[in-house]
């Protein structure tokens, strides 16, 4: 039947590909899934495997006639592989032996697998996916760094567990045919994703999003999978496909799922799916910058875009017939320059084509008019699918009917054009169409409207006059492009005006995937480009979008409106992105804040803490100096009587779970890309905060609930410019007051040593890290009030809290039950030695000893602090079992020890605190020799003098 060009255009449903398409490519020609034992090209048996359904139960297969010939046939794979290993003389041939012969064994002469269920999928599954692994790699025979790799990793894979011996083998299956290059390996991988895209939205639509997602995934999304995968040509996953009904998927729902997953194995949508990966993967190389777009056409830009082209054949298996440089460049100027395209459309034909040469496809596109151009050439428009369309342009008349045209000026009476077409091997020199804008012009009736034919609305825009152009609706249009390029042509006040009177419809109907392309223009010209800004993006990207100035002059502007209008939950973000925006972005934070404190400790994302934090770890240093801009100029004085404690919004946590963001990135790894200007910025605010503002005492008191944690990360990661910044902001003279007390857990406030730094600095054995850490220590030692807090950080334990006075009750230990630890112990039996002389250099330090005489015993012998009832060092059976122990002479780690003990610096302040019953012990201190009878702190009647 005739298509009346004022009729929309008809969706040409694609009906597919063709049964081969749907048949699971990686079986070799001439495999049959049944007993049959044909030999194949690469003389090895095929076909021999367990089918519950044929065979009935387990046993009666393998008491069978064709067990013997399933047995010799699962050998004569393995050395398959075996021999291919040997014939490419990989280095590890013999171990990969090994592990296929240990596969043997444990199938047929040791009882490896489970009779009742791994056995029967070895047997099935198993076997199938060791048939389709040996066909595979006899195809890969070009390839054979990847044959080696497969066999190499599947090596591994078999000499595991009995379960996973069948998993590891349907992957080695999958992931080598989908390594392999040419078409139908990308094909098979486009399949699983689109098809697992589909079952993914069906799983969350009937049930919801659950907290649980992996094991959604792999319980309702995999069983539904199977159920639909044979019809597919799909390789099952773990699993029954019978296990669907556990899953509560009836007939009818798999039989839904089965035809939207079909629907969405449309030829033009895989195709539009690859095309789509393959330009972007061209503009990535191709494209440089923004003008890259568009290049001249030299020798040797050309040779590297045919290259670039190449490698994208090559991945897809394609010749260069098949796919040219012409579907990914656009020719002007006569040749001499180039356009990248941003349309993937003659890509996708290509793919099209290549799949019909292929045997895959079972239709034609579909004609949908013919034409004649300006210049009297004849043409035809063509559509495929839903998402297709392109024009072919000839020298002589595709057909006698001239009743069957559309001339250039005035349509004709439509063409009968139903059951017509061209075979794809002939559309050759085709030019992509938009289907929207197609549709649009088509639909025009050709009522006071230019010529109506593809290609029509660029002619348009390069001939019409100025006045004809702000008479076309946006609509016919269609597209991004050909509305820039009418833009282009207008003045900005006509812009403004083209853009006012079209609203209706860009606000509603413009396509979603062209709208980000007009916004860059749109809001050169103002308002209604902020108007599309607004109602396609949101305000705030407006903002961001806008030149530094104009986006001042719109905070300006709008700062009633916006302070007023912006929700509650989402004013954090609008501060995180806009404080460089002079004063009005000041005025908002004052607006929506008190003061300094309640904007620096509300939470931003989970992950991410205290707005502080956030500002630090994306080093926003402008916002940064914005704040302390704001807090030197009297911010917050006003509500100075306001104790920190009590800021609405505050989520300041303590010092023993304060987050981590200045130092760590989400993964919680150092972030090696923090810049040390950040850092600075940060110190500059906290100063201000504490010392130069009104409300610098109300601050003050809790200021190193600001402070990151954990912050011997980033000095252990020895980036040198860092960690200057980071001793700068803890050493700072006005700032150390403020925090010393909460140190410790500022340099480590998680881990295995929370709040003890030096055990976690001696438990990583780094002798150049030990000695910063003590430089570090030295020069907080030569600042005001920085040498009291020395003693703590040296000190190298993690033990529970000491029991509280009698009569006051127990007191529990924030570390449980567990005894505690001793880092310098640790050392001495692991034979740190590096680690133990590197603690000896740091206490030794003449900045840092005069500062630590007093607390050496608790340093260097675990001694127990001094009982200020009594006088004296009260041991415990703990205390006694560590000090014991770091004086076992077999320990590795003893001579360092020894050396770190009897340093004439401190020894004279640690001998007095060993007790007097360790004989031994105050012996080795002094460089005498005794030998006792019994244990070395427990007295004794009978000495003698040992080894020293």
């Given amino acids: 039947m005739p298509y009346p060009l004022s009729t929309p255009l008809p969706m040409a449903p694609a009906q597919g590909f063709l049964p081969v398409f749907h048949t699971r490519h990686a079986a070799a020609p001439g495999n049959a899934d049944n007993n049959e034992t044909d030999v194949d090209a690469a003389g090895r048996r095929s076909g021999i495997r367990y089918d519950a359904d044929r065979d009935g139960p387990h046993q009666a297969f393998r008491d069978g006639g064709q067990f013997t010939a399933y047995r010799r046939e699962f050998l004569d794979r393995l050395e398959f592989i075996i021999d291919l290993c040997r014939q490419r003389r990989m280095p590890d041939a013999g171990a990969i032996e090994a592990r296929f012969r240990t596969l043997y064994r444990h199938r047929f002469e040791a009882d490896y697998f489970d009779t009742e269920h791994e056995l029967p999928l070895m047997d099935s599954a198993g076997k199938r996916a060791l048939d389709g692994f040996c066909d595979t790699l006899a195809r890969a025979a070009a390839r054979p760094d990847r044959q080696m790799t497969a066999i190499r990793e599947l090596s591994l894979g078999v000499v595991v567990c009995a379960s996973g011996i069948v998993a590891n083998l349907i992957a080695a299956d999958r992931e080598l045919a989908q390594s392999l290059e040419g078409l139908c390996g990308k094909l098979w991988m486009v399949k699983e994703q689109i098809v697992r ?91 440089s910058d923004a003008d890259a777009p568009y290049g001249a056409c030299t020798a040797e830009q050309w040779s590297r875009l045919c290259d670039i082209v190449e490698d994208i054949r090559r991945d897809l298996g394609l010749t260069v017939s098949q796919l040219g440089l012409e579907s990914f460049l656009q020719l002007h100027d006569d040749g001499r320059r180039y356009r990248v395209r941003d349309d993937p459309a003659l890509i996708a034909l290509a793919l099209l084509k290549a799949m019909s040469a292929d045997g895959l496809l079972a239709d034609m596109p579909l004609r949908l008019a013919d034409f004649v151009a300006g210049d009297g050439r004849h043409g035809e428009v063509f559509m495929y699918g839903a998402l297709l369309g392109w024009r072919l342009q000839r020298d002589a008349p595709v057909s006698n009917d001239a009743s069957a045209r559309t001339t250039a000026g005035a349509p004709a009476a439509p063409p009968d054009i139903s059951g017509v077409s061209l075979p794809w091997e002939a559309h050759v020199g085709a030019e992509p169409v938009n289907l929207h804008a197609l549709r649009a012009w088509l639909a025009d009736d050709g009522h006071a409207g230019p010529e109506l034919w593809p290609g029509a609305p660029a002619t348009t825009l390069q001939a019409t006059s100025l006045d004809a152009l702000m008479s076309i609706p946006a609509e016919w249009l269609g597209s991004a492009r050909p509305l820039l390029g009418l833009l282009n042509r207008l003045s900005t006040q006509q812009g403004v005006e083209y853009l006012g009177h079209n609203l209706p419809y860009l606000l509603t109907d413009f396509p979603t995937g062209e709208r980000d392309a007009l916004l860059a223009k749109a809001i050169q010209l103002g308002e209604p480009g902020y108007v599309l800004a607004r109602a396609w993006q949101s305000e705030l990207w407006l903002v961001l979008q806008l030149a530094h100035n104009t986006a001042i002059r719109y905070l300006r502007d709008n700062l009633t409106y916006l302070a007023d209008h912006v929700p509650m939950q989402g004013r954090g973000q609008w501060l995180d992105r806009i404080m460089h925006l002079g004063e009005p972005a000041r005025d908002l934070a004052r607006l929506w804040c008190p003061d300094p404190w309640t904007l620096l400790t509300q939470s931003t994302h989970a992950l991410q803490g205290t707005r502080l934090e956030y500002w630090v770890g994306s080093d926003n240093v402008r916002a940064l100096d914005a704040v302390c801009q704001m807090a030197a100029e009297g911010w917050g004085a006003g509500s100075v009587s306001r104790t920190p404690d009590r800021v609405a919004g505050s989520s300041v946590s303590t010092p023993q779970g304060r987050a981590c963001g200045w130092c760590l990135d989400e993964a919680g790894r150092v972030a090696v890309s923090r810049d040390p200007a950040t850092i600075d910025a940060a110190r500059r605010l906290l100063r201000q905060l504490s010392f130069g503002s009104p409300a610098s005492e109300r601050y003050g008191r809790r200021l190193s609930d600001l402070f990151p944690s954990n912050v011997l990360y980033v000095l252990e990661a020895g980036e040198a410019a860092r960690s200057r910044a980071f001793r700068g902001l803890l050493l700072d003279p006005q700032l150390l007051p403020r925090i010393g007390p909460d140190l410790p857990s500022i340099l480590y406030g998680s881990g295995a040593y929370p709040g003890y730094p030096m055990s976690y600095v001696l438990a990583t054995g780094k002798k150049d890290f030990i000695v910063a850490y003590g430089t570090f220590l030295a020069d907080m030692a030569n600042t005001p009030d920085g040498a009291r807090w020395i003693a ?128 031994i012990i105050r012996a080795r201190l002094e460089g005498r020799g005794v030998k006792v009878e019994v244990d070395a702190h427990r007295p004794s009647t009978g000495v003698r003098s040992p080894r020293t």
């Fill in 197 to 287: 895209e589909v079952l993914r939205q069906e799983v969350d639509r009937i049930y919801g999003s659950f907290e649980l997602a992996e094991e959604n995934e792999l319980y309702y999304v995999n069983e539904l999978w199977n159920a639909i995968a044979g019809d597919l040509g799909l390789p099952s996953v773990e699993g029954n496909p019978e296990d669907a009904d556990e899953c509560g998927y009836d007939a009818g729902y798999i039989a839904a799922c089965r035809a939207k997953a079909t629907a969405a194995l449309a030829p033009d949508r895989i195709a539009c799916r690859m095309a789509e990966e393959c330009l972007s993967m061209f503009r990535g190389r191709a494209i």
């Fill in 792 to 919: 703590r950080l040296l000190m190298p334990k993690w033990l529970p809290e000491p029991e509280p006075a009698p009569g006051r009750g127990r007191v529990a230990s924030p570390h449980g039950d567990r005894p505690g630890c001793h880092a310098l112990l640790d050392a001495c039996i692991a034979g740190a030695t590096q680690a133990i002389e590197a603690y000896h250099q740091v206490l030794a330090h003449p900045a840092i000893l005069p500062h630590v005489r007093h607390v050496l015993p608790e340093l260097v012998l675990a001694a127990p602090p001094i009982d200020p009832k009594t006088g004296h060092r009260r041991w415990p059976e703990a205390r006694y079992e560590i000090l014991d122990r770091l004086f076992n002479m077999s320990a590795p780690g003893y001579p360092a020890y020894r050396d770190l003990v009897r340093d004439p610096a401190i020894l004279p302040h640690i001998v007095d605190a060993v007790p007097l019953t360790a004989i």
